[in-house]
């Protein structure tokens, strides 16, 4: 298996513009989840599915971030509009028990 | 709640030197513990993980960890650190199937000197 897919890989974007990110977990896994990772805040869980179902969206930001899951092998994380301290390492991760396998992560700059 | 401290932001080490990450947890039943590793502009890649059993567990590149019930602790430890050990750990602490959702540290970042 490749792995967590993710992309892009960077994203650089101008303030008010929308922004997707993209992920393809890993086949067979049932638990899908996003984090936005920064250095003051540390590795944050914005939201996670099972079965791409979402269970916990407590950790969305705010009402500009969106996420949805159309079938257990696709996911996007959407922001509408993006604002400088949107800025930050977007990771998808997903999970079949209790181990979680990492993607890359997606580095977006929003100027 | 669950919490994971990683009391250490940074450490520094020499090449050669041994090497233990410090990990306290909060958790009100058995947890389920884990320690990644991510390497710059990297994921996270899980090094070791302990469910129940063994209290020292092993786990990828040498690193070990021993669970401590009585100091809710997980410490990372690995005998002789190497350059490409430097990068950024967490610790992350969860429950069983069913109410697995890990809570992650804010990591330690480990500097190899040569």
């Known amino acids: 298996d490749a792995g967590v897919i993710q992309s892009p890989r960077h994203e650089v974007t101008e303030m008010g513009q929308e922004v997707t990110l993209r992920c393809k977990p890993i086949s067979g896994h049932d638990y899908l989840f996003w984090y936005r990772q920064t250095m003051m805040r540390g590795l944050e869980l914005l939201i996670y599915?099972?079965?791409?179902?979402?269970?916990?969206d407590s950790g969305m930001p705010e009402d500009r971030f969106s996420a949805k899951m159309p079938n257990a092998s696709f996911s996007t994380l959407k922001i509408q509009p993006s604002e400088p301290r949107d800025s930050a390492v977007y990771f998808c991760?997903?999970?079949?028990?209790?181990?979680?396998?990492f993607g890359p992560g997606t580095r977006l700059t929003v100027l | 709640a669950q919490s994971v401290t990683q009391p250490d932001i940074h450490i520094t080490v020499s090449e050669g030197a041994s090497l233990e990450l410090r990990c306290n947890y909060s958790?009100?039943?058995?947890?389920?513990l884990f320690w990644y590793v991510q390497s710059p502009g990297q994921g996270l890649q899980l090094l070791l993980k302990y469910f129940s059993g063994d209290t020292l567990v092993q786990g990828i590149k040498g690193f070990e960890a021993e669970f401590k019930r009585s100091q809710s602790s997980f410490n990372l430890r690995k005998p002789s650190v190497h350059w490409s050990d430097a990068a950024e750990y967490f610790c992350a602490v969860g429950g069983g199937r069913g109410s697995y959702i890990p809570t992650f540290g804010r990591g330690t970042s480990l500097i190899v000197h040569p």
């Open positions: 991760a997903s999970s079949y028990g209790n181990e979680q396998f």
């Open positions: 599915f099972n079965n791409n179902v979402p269970i916990d």
């Open positions: 958790y009100g039943a058995t947890p389920y």
